[in-house]
């Protein structure tokens, strides 16, 4: 499990993963000053629905590395692909049922999230 192929994989997903947390953090705070506790509760919540699936990918999918191991590279992909989006269902409607959330701040902060991994290589080029 602590292949150093896998090391590399894990840095990048990780480093990825922290950086949106701490974008999140900040419109967070952002929203928080400008518009309310309200709307910054349901905009962390939407952010912590993402973030938190994509923590236990990054830890499901990166447990095997190399030629010989190519089974379960995909295997464990494949199967973080599936917690991940059970995962995420699931805080989805505890995020409904539990908290008073408004809509628009919590999916414009999911969505954000959503595309993090696209912008995030913009700005963490040294880890590439």
Known sequence: MNNKLTKAGRKIAFSQILFTTCIVIVITLIIYFILGASYAISALGGG?????????????????????????????????????????????????KFLVLLPIP??????????MPLITPLFLKKYY
């Open 48 to 96: 912590l629905v993402a973030i938190v699936p994509n923590i236990v990918f990054a830890l499901k999918a990166f447990q095997y590395a190399g030629a010989q191991s190519s089974k379960k590279v995909v295997e464990s992909f494949f199967s973080g692909v599936k917690l991940k989006m059970v995962l995420t269902a699931l805080l989805f409607a505890l995020a409904f």
């Open 106 to 115: 919590f999916f414009v902060t999911f969505c954000l999230v959503m595309v």
